[in-house]
């Protein structure tokens, strides 16, 4: 079918979008004024593969608020009921405990038909509508969303992936599409002709990922929700890790509350034993609570809302299923919580290394599995190239086991193998043993990706400061934290940043206030001459400034040598522009004071100390 031209919104200043054609990728560069497909867009282009170019961009909004009937094929439930949820009775979302009925009323009582579903339920979906005498296949547009998913789940689901990719051809009018496509060389073979259709967002926003490399992920991140919890770390925490079995293990170790907790995975009654009943399996869209898991059923097109939300992404190099993709599922996570105003801060990424320290690079690998192929399916086109008889005599003389079922299938007593297995096998050594190999190598591959990879530190200065009251910050970091948090836009962020440094420091929020940060960069940042600008500018009479700088500077029952004491008062007198000769007895003046005679380092030293104001004079 021929790839169609697709209908778009005029530009607000020009009368027409540019599209760059190299081969057969279509580039159309986005707006600057556009946020989402929608503003420029009136649907999805059909018959190519659509690389929407970002996540958050509103693609399956599109196709489910345009005037077309539309069958979306999603890959997890919870994606078909999180749509649902957002759309009420005008969106169908059909899944296991969905009836045939179901999907007859939907029909029967809509003018316009947007149906989600599952990659099992699709087969379904169709011959209910072809059974009420509508023409599925040429009245709806079928869009696969999120069709990477179609190829890291095309071993475990192998039946339903091969489904839709043998129906889908069939529609008129079809599209997959993604955020985050996987790499051409891997594409499947199905659709791999299909021409790609890609936006360009010209103002993408660049994503900071705190890496937490670590031995023990599951210590780390037990840590990271006590602090949490313990009202020691701002916001809620959402984890992305991509096993049941690591969760559990979390709730436990930590005595995790269910009042605390909230658990999205896939719904099963495994699933649930393993988390255990005091922690009922939830929905993306289900109220937040302080700690929340989810696995890769949330990892894509799943929206979350959560204004306090903070991204955690935990991969751990002994567990092969949680390690991530970085150039399709770690993306696509970073865009699930829609309207976190930590969003800007990015997501934290705690992981193990795999270690794998083997002698076989990837370039071997991937000529290892090639050459096994062109040599195995050279024998496959032998044999069905044999008669009838002759390759069915030639199939049942074959030795047990001969033909390694994951990758070659008899259909129609012909032999078929499964390119796309071979190219899941590398992309999986890849992310095993290449990508996880080392921090070095993560950080690469993370870069690579278009992420600015920050080391484990503290990326604010506050949120150490909120874990420990106690904790040695220098004054001079803090003032700069306290600045760049006042000038941010991100302000409903910062609040509770700029409150705690001045609940802790409040000196700096008055020296913010009164002088400015361009006086406090003047003064270096010298606490006691920041002080004592302070209390210079202020309307109060001219001995209570003295006092306060003396306070601020010897403090109370703190003995000091008398030539000291003369020191600080001089200085004083010369910042007030008093010409007024400095003397240590001039302390009782002010204050109740007490002289005495220690012995420092053998000798003796005369000093006086401050025990209290003088209530007159």
């Not at 002994?318 to 930590?342: A, E, H, P, W």
């Not at 993560?442 to 874990?467: C, H, I």
Request: net charge positive; hydrophobic share 35%; charged share 25%.
């Amino acid at each position: 079918m021929p790839f169609s031209y697709i209908k778009i919104y005029r530009n607000k200043k020009s009368s027409q979008f540019n599209i760059l054609v190299f081969m057969k990728r279509h580039i159309l560069t986005a707006p600057e004024w556009a946020d989402y497909l929608s503003n420029f867009m009136t649907e999805i282009p059909p018959n190519c593969i659509f690389d929407k170019g970002r996540t958050g961009c509103g693609g399956t909004e599109l196709a489910l608020t345009n005037g077309k009937h539309t069958i979306i094929v999603m890959p997890y439930v919870n994606l078909v009921v999180n749509k649902v949820q957002q759309h009420g009775g005008k969106v169908l979302g059909v899944y296991q405990g969905i009836h045939d009925e179901d999907i007859e009323n939907y029909i029967n009582t809509h003018e316009l038909w947007k149906i989600t579903c599952t990659y099992d339920a699709l087969p379904r979906v169709i011959s209910t509508i072809q059974n009420m005498g509508i023409d599925a296949y040429n009245d709806f547009f079928l869009l696969v969303d999120e069709w990477h998913v179609l190829f890291n789940n095309y071993v475990f689901r192998n039946k339903a992936v091969t489904e839709v990719l043998n129906i889908a051809p069939s529609f008129e009018e079809v599209t997959y599409m993604t955020a985050t496509p996987i790499e051409d060389e891997y594409i499947f073979k199905e659709i791999k002709d299909l021409p790609v259709f890609e936006v360009k967002w010209p103002n993408i926003t660049e994503i900071k990922v705190r890496e937490v490399p670590t031995n023990r992920c599951l210590q780390c991140i037990g840590n990271v929700i006590q602090q949490h919890l313990e009202g020691k770390a701002f916001g809620n925490l959402h984890i992305f890790v991509n096993s049941v079995y690591f969760i559990s293990k979390v709730i436990r170790r930590y005595k995790l509350s269910p009042d605390d907790v909230k658990v999205v995975c896939a719904l099963s009654l495994e699933n649930q034993t393993k988390i255990g009943k005091p922690y009922p399996i939830g929905k993306p869209l289900d109220p937040v609570k302080k700690v929340n898991f989810y696995t890769s059923t949330c990892f894509e097109g799943c929206d979350i809302y959560d204004e306090d939300g903070k991204t955690y992404v935990v991969s751990d190099g002994n567990r092969q299923n949680s390690l991530l993709d970085i150039s399709t599922l770690f993306i696509q996570i970073c865009g699930r919580i829609r309207n976190s105003k930590y969003n800007k801060d990015g997501i934290t990424y705690i992981f193990s290394p795999t270690r794998y320290d083997g002698g076989v690079t990837l370039d071997e690998f991937k000529k290892m599995c090639t050459d096994e192929y062109v040599k195995s399916n050279k024998w496959i086109e032998d044999i069905n190239a044999l008669n009838e008889d002759a390759r069915a005599i030639t199939l049942e003389g074959l030795p047990e086991n001969f033909l390694n079922e994951r990758y070659v299938h008899l259909k129609d007593n012909h032999l078929e193998i499964d390119k796309n297995m071979m190219n899941l096998d590398i992309l999986n050594f890849k992310i095993r043993n290449k990508i996880y190999q080392s921090r070095l190598a993560l950080k690469v591959e993370l870069m690579d990706n278009g992420f600015n990879v920050v080391s484990n530190r503290w990326d604010y200065y506050s949120d150490k400061l909120a874990a420990d009251k106690e904790a040695r910050i220098p004054f001079k970091e803090l003032c700069l934290e306290y600045d760049r948090l006042a000038k941010s836009n991100n302000f409903g962020n910062n609040v509770e940043r700029l409150n705690l440094i001045a609940q802790e420091k409040p000196v700096i929020r008055e020296a913010y206030q009164k002088l400015g940060i361009e006086k406090m960069v003047e003064l270096k940042f010298n606490q006691t001459n920041i002080i004592r600008n302070i209390i210079k500018q202020s309307d109060i009479p001219q001995r209570k400034k003295i006092k306060e700088m003396i306070l601020n500077k010897i403090g109370v029952f703190t003995p000091i040598e008398l030539r000291n004491a003369k020191k600080i008062i001089a200085e004083i007198y010369s910042f007030l522009g008093l010409s007024k000769t400095a003397k240590a007895t001039d302390l009782k003046d002010y204050f109740l004071c007490k002289k005495s005679t220690r012995k420092y380092n053998g000798r003796s030293v005369k000093c006086i100390e401050i025990i209290n104001e003088k209530i007159i004079g």
